[in-house]
């Protein structure tokens, strides 16, 4: 009887065993989903959204926003990988290198929340790349400095722009790209300008 009781203690510590083991891999399975969750159509790069939205694909909005997605997907990568940086705090970097500016000023410039904005600034700060010093206009504000660090950084970015920005905006040849900035500028210079008045939409009869 005894041996026979060992027999079923063994088969039941080894289902045990396997049913653990099952449950570890799930778990591991549903992990790796959560930090690589599958694309969707809408992700997949390998198809147009001309083509998959054909019913829209004339909106000039529509073609800015997949460009907008293309070109900050695109300048992301470069900067995680460059240096291991997120898109924002390189465009923060930048704007902090032109002169010293206050960070609500930052974030308002920049279309980034100001709550955002704090603790963007706080990451660049630990890492040394800029720093807050007194504004001697104002002694209870903070205003934004690059430090030495951060200057090496923007300046390795200005003399290899064009080379990162052809390749943000592939497949564009030089002279697209040119043209391309300074139709971008000419729209955002008529933003602070009069505008026309809002188009006539005439209804269609059906």
Known sequence: MAPQKGIFFAI???ARRVKQAGAVAKEVAVQKKLEHPPRTNLEDTSLNPLKLFPGISFSMMF???WVSKIYRRRMALFCRKKYDLE???ILIL???SESHLQQGIL????GINKNAMVFLIDNLEIRRLIKRVANPDNRREKIIE???EGRRIVAEIRTNYLEIVRWGLYPLTDAQIEQFGILLAQIIDGESS???PLPLVQR???
């Open 87 to 89: 898109l924002n705090l």
């Open 94 to 96: 930048l704007a902090a």
């Open 12 to 14: 039941r510590e080894e």
């Open 146 to 148: 690059c430090t030495p």
């Open 194 to 196: 009069a505008k026309p």
């Open 63 to 65: 073609r800015f926003l």
């Open 204 to 206: 269609k009869e059906t």
């Open 107 to 110: 974030a308002s410039n920049l």
